[in-house]
């Protein structure tokens, strides 16, 4: 996993929208956990039994001790998770009402990783790589992306990118276009794709998107995901749940999704299994207090419903 790490500072609440001029407001709950996309993947991957190394970068600091510390507790190889002196960690409040939240980022050393923290030797000896959270890191990984992305190709593994929500709003340049190339599976949300196609809805995102025989799922939420793998469009969902936090699920999916490919499954099978992830890890607060087990998510994803929606 290649990305972003750094705490979740989690607020639950029916209401938790602060209100300024110095106006105190009660909230259910807040808590430290564990937080950055790469990272919540990394533990919900470790969960469902794949071997799992995280590329990152922290700050020399309580909170980059206290990730590196989760993370290893979790299983996850953090020996290539680089302390940066003098940077602080990156740090992420999240308000949190269930099945929506907004989010607050201080980057931190979070936006110090390049392409030269990669050791060759991790990228030599993957099955699968993912990135994630490529906006957050588009100035310091971004122009070295493609070409990690490339060898690992060259390697014999999979590649992924989610590349979530971009703050500046611009969705892209060159390197972004670059790094897609060398994706053989993009991950984006409803709301991502769209942006990223420079699209309409996401029907025409999905057309845009799928170039070249480029496999793309877009997550959406409750509603389950849409995958495309060649000429044909499947519809995956699953029985509805009710959520209790929403934070990290497409993380979760993402690490259910990849278990199922490098488990052998078709890429609807896979999705379905990265449905079950994400839904599961929603029954309690924080993006891997719930991250379920790979027999946890497969029984869940054995309720999938797959169906083709057309060919295009």
Not at 8 to 31: N, R, T
Not at 114 to 142: I, N, Q, R
Not at 146 to 160: D, P, W
Not at 189 to 201: H, I, K, P, Y
């Amino acid at each position: 996993m290649l990305g972003d790490c750094n705490p979740d500072v989690l607020v639950l609440g029916d209401d938790v929208a602060p209100v300024f001029g110095q106006q105190e407001k009660l909230v259910d709950g807040i808590s430290l956990v564990i937080g950055g996309s790469a990272a919540i993947t990394a533990v919900a991957a470790a969960r469902l039994g794949l071997r799992v190394a995280l590329v990152a970068a922290v700050g020399d600091d309580p909170a980059g001790a206290f990730m590196r510390d989760q993370l290893a507790a979790e299983g996850v190889d953090v020996c290539r998770v680089v302390v940066r002196a003098g940077a602080p960690t990156g740090m992420t409040v999240a308000l949190s009402r269930g099945g929506d939240r907004a989010i607050l980022t201080a980057l931190g050393a979070v936006a110090s990783l390049t392409a030269a923290d990669v050791p060759e030797a991790l990228l030599a000896g993957a099955g699968h790589v993912h990135a994630s959270s490529f906006f957050l890191l588009e100035d310091c990984l971004g122009p070295g992306l493609a070409g990690l992305l490339a060898a690992a190709h060259s390697a014999g593994a999979a590649t992924s990118l989610d590349t979530n929500w971009d703050p500046s709003g611009r969705w892209g340049g060159e390197h972004l276009a670059a790094a897609i190339a060398q994706a053989d599976v993009l991950l984006p949300n409803e709301a991502e794709a769209v942006r990223l196609a420079g699209a309409v809805d996401v029907d025409a995102a999905l057309d845009a998107l799928a170039v070249a025989g480029r496999r793309v799922v877009v997550k959406l939420g409750e509603r389950g995901a849409l995958c495309v793998d060649g000429p044909s469009r499947q519809r995956v969902s699953l029985p509805p749940v009710r959520p209790v936090d929403t934070t990290g699920a497409g993380d979760c999916f993402n690490a259910g999704l990849i278990a199922g490919l490098l488990d052998g499954l078709s890429l609807p099978q896979a999705v379905a299994l990265g449905c079950a992830a994400g839904a599961l890890s929603t029954a309690a607060p924080g993006g891997t207090a719930s991250a379920p087990s790979l027999a946890a998510a497969a029984r869940l994803a054995a309720a999938a419903s797959i169906r083709i929606c057309g060919d295009r």
